[in-house]
């Protein structure tokens, strides 16, 4: 086996193990939070918990981009460019994260009518910005630098924290609050355990450190990332704006579902970006990496749609209960949805690892496009579903047709 094909299933491996136990932690601590808060409170949290992913974009893309500048510092062995990028990155996103929760401040009134969601919640729910702000620096530096044990441990740790503490603040009557909390404290505390993993570089000689350069990241690429994040999220949001509280409840339960089809095999296409990135920077062929990357997400993601298609009820039931069997017929329409999408994120994550990144940008212009039939196609929850299938099938051939026509 060659030494890059055995890094790529490696750290592949390492990071699906990873990353998938973080989402079985989430996906516990989602089945044991709709089961205690029913749907109308169950909407409400899906509703914050997407609002967040929707404005904390710099989580995605930020992360992306410093490992991409990671990875060409280490291909130079200039290791002290790689600790320079990072502490700069930390303070500006500090500084960002602080003008964020201002924003937050004046704005939660007037956002907290649109959505139908208590002003104090999303004053809570904004301190989670410094953690989703500061965290993807330091990703960022470890899937750079190839650290896919020490990365993939900082998914295991939020994902343990938030499952035990929020579990725990729900049942102890906290309600909807007590689950922000476990999730604003699970990442901050992530945080700082991967910070530990960087102590390496972070003892590097400060006077190698040149202070006189800018960092620059490419707009392109934090444009893009930013949109697959948002097509992600979108739709929870959507149908508590849409639809009555119970409804968007019972859509959030479906939805959260098809997402882990996405956040499933999240690993498996980060382990390629680095690896991806080094080959192009060093000229050597990266086209196989693409091709193995697409056939095991494609694969995964139709086991788990066909699983949903042929046993709706017997999953709804048995993760959620029987009081939202009312939308298993509907399970099978986001998985498909997220399984489009995450084919897409492959071919987006490899336009940015060959320096790419401007053949991107057709991704932002489906996000109007899907909240513009979004908001004309929901006279069902059905409508509402096929819907996001059809957008996303669309943006997949898309991103096919503007990727390899330029790579071939």
């Known amino acids: 086996m060659k030494s890059g094909t055995k890094k790529f299933f490696i750290g592949g491996a390492i990071l699906f193990v990873s990353y998938n ?6 996906l516990i601590f989602n089945f044991m939070a709709a089961r205690k808060l029913g749907p109308a409170d169950y909407g409400i949290f899906a509703a914050i918990m997407s609002l967040i992913l929707i404005f904390t974009f710099p989580m995605e893309s930020i992360q992306t981009v410093i490992c991409r500048m990671t990875i060409k510092f280490k291909v130079g062995k200039k290791d002290y460019e790689i600790k320079r990028l990072m502490i700069n990155s930390l303070k500006r996103s500090l500084i960002f994260s602080a003008i964020g929760y201002i924003c937050v401040l004046l ?7 649109i959505i139908h969601i208590d002003q104090n919640l999303l004053i809570l729910a904004g301190l989670y910005l410094f953690g989703t702000f500061l965290i993807p620096v330091t990703r960022g530096t470890l899937q750079g630098t190839k650290r896919f044990t020490s990365l993939g441990l900082t998914y295991i740790v939020e994902g343990a924290i938030n499952l035990g503490l ?3 603040l729900i049942y102890l009557g906290f309600g909807v609050s007590g689950a922000v909390i476990g999730a604003v404290l699970s990442i901050i505390i992530a945080f700082f355990v991967s910070f530990i993993f960087l102590k390496e570089i972070l003892y590097l000689k400060t006077k190698e450190i040149k202070d ?5 990241y490419p707009l392109a690429s934090l444009i893009a990332v930013t949109c697959i994040v948002v097509l ?6 959507a149908a508590k704006i849409f639809f009555p509280p119970k409804e968007a409840g019972y859509y959030g339960t479906i939805s959260y579902l098809g997402k882990i089809i996405f956040l499933g095999t999240w690993g498996i296409s980060r ?14 062929d990266y086209m196989p990496l693409l091709e193995k990357t697409f056939v095991i997400i494609f694969f995964i993601s139709f086991a788990v749609c066909t699983i949903y298609f042929l046993f709706p009820r017997l999953i ?3 993760l959620y209960g029987e009081q939202y069997l009312i939308v298993s017929s509907l399970l099978a329409y986001p998985a498909i949805s997220m399984m489009m999408l995450s084919l897409t994120n492959i071919f987006v994550l490899f336009n940015i690892s060959t320096n790419h990144p401007k053949r991107n940008y057709i991704v932002a212009f489906f996000v109007p496009l899907e909240i513009l039939a979004l908001s004309i196609f929901n006279s069902s929850l059905q409508e509402f579903s096929i819907t996001l299938v059809v957008s996303n099938m669309l943006l997949f051939f898309a991103m096919v047709f503007v990727s390899l026509r330029k790579s071939l």
């Open 316 to 318: 709804i039931g048995t």
């Open 232 to 237: 992600m999220a979108m739709d929870i949001l």
């Open 21 to 26: 136990l973080f989402n079985l932690f989430n």
């Open 107 to 113: 704005v939660s009134s007037v956002l907290g009518q």
């Open 212 to 216: 006189d350069k800018k960092i620059s």
């Open 271 to 284: 382990a390629m970006f680095p690896l991806a990135s080094e080959n192009y920077d060093k000229k050597k």
């Open 166 to 168: 929020g579990i725990l």
